[in-house]
Structure formats: C-alpha cells, structure tokens
C-alpha cells in the first residue's frame, strides 16, 4: 500500500445513549450510517473499524461485517476488516488502540485516519489535504475549530499502543499536546463536516434536514 494511502479507522463502539439507536445503523439514504461513512472513503482501498458495545446489532443489520473480523471483506471496492474491542467500558481510546492493534498484526503498518462515528467523513477535496499533508499528526480545522478525521503517523499511532486506557491522561487529544508544536500540522478545510458532532437525535436532524433531495 502507498504511504499516502492510509487506512480509515471508524471509531463504532459506544454505547450511543444518548441517540438511543447504535449511531453507525442510523437509517441513511435507504442504507445505513456506517456504510455511508465508507461509501464517502475516497481516498483509500482499506477501512478498519471498531466495534464494541452491542456489537451483535451490527451484524444482525450488516451480517457481513461479523465475516470481517476473520478476513477482509470487501465492499464496494474497499477492503473491510472488523475489530472488536473487549473492554469499550475503557472508552474512546481502548477501541483506537484494539483496532491500531490489529491493524500491526493484519497489515504493514501505515498512517491511519481517525474517525469517530459521529463525525462525518469530509468531502474527498478536503480529506485529500488531510492526507497529502505530511507530518506525526495531522489535524482538519474548519474556521477556527479543530476536528476529524486526524491523521495520525505510524511512529505517533505506535506510541499510543502502550498506554493504560483506564489511565486519566489515556486521551487522545492529550498525547497530541504533548508534542512539540513542529511535529503537529493544522490543515485548513472548507467543510463544516469536520467539526460536526451526530450524538443527539435533535442533532441528526438537522443534519439530515441539510441535504440535498435525493
């Protein structure tokens, strides 16, 4: 795989209390959130995600996605692979670092784009800055406000494998400050997609009421 050719990691393992319907199978263009987020992938072949809570609703609703754990599946041209994390009550971070892990053990290691489920993928223009920008960590900023999906180098993704998740400082927004500032990039973008936050159901409709007639 090329270098700047990373892997889409989306982040799928929350509870979704709050949206009170696991975000990734939110009805979406007669399809499902989750796959929507891979169909916008246009820049890369390879998306690993995440999964945790209520995993068994994912594959009841995707029954392709339980075969991904074992081997890539591919779906719509992209290779798909499935890691579950066995301890999502750790957080945001334990899913990032069970699917890093798994990405070491399946593939050669390669720069890797972090996308919780509730952000939606930028248009493929923006995320092409994202990733043509070389540097350990890469962050899209949309008028002043940073978001994802942030582009994380192999030798910083490395460093996260380590950490203890139940740690407080296991965060990682926290291990990106503390680098030195060369070492991070901020990448200016026009979509207002990057700092979107689908968490509510009153916030997945207005996004849903913004776009355009089918």
Request: proline letters at 7%.
């Amino acid at each position: 795989m090329k270098k700047n050719n990373p892997t889409l990691i989306i982040l799928a393992g929350g509870k979704s209390s709050r949206m009170k319907i696991l975000k990734g199978l939110l009805p979406y263009k007669k399809s499902y959130w989750i796959l929507a987020q891979m169909d916008a992938f246009k820049a890369g072949e390879t998306v690993c995600i995440g999964l945790g809570f209520d995993k068994e609703l994912y594959f009841d609703a995707i029954p392709w996605l339980k075969n991904a754990i074992k081997e890539p599946q591919t779906y719509h041209g992209k290779k798909v692979r499935v890691v579950i994390n066995q301890t999502p009550e750790f957080g945001l971070l334990s899913t990032l670092q069970a699917v890093l892990r798994g990405i070491d053990n399946f593939s050669t290691p390669n720069d890797v784009l972090i996308l919780p489920i509730d952000v939606p993928l930028l248009k493929a223009s923006e995320v092409g800055k994202i990733i043509s920008e070389e540097n350990e960590v890469v962050i899209p900023n949309y008028r002043q406000k940073n978001g994802h999906p942030v582009k994380l180098a192999v030798g910083f993704w490395k460093s996260l494998l380590g950490l203890d998740p139940q740690d407080q400082n296991a965060r990682l927004d926290v291990q990106i400050k503390k680098l030195t500032s060369t070492a991070v990039s901020i990448v200016n973008v026009d979509d207002e997609n990057c700092i979107q936050n689908l968490n509510t159901p009153e916030s997945w409709k207005a996004f849903i009421s913004k776009l355009p007639p089918e």
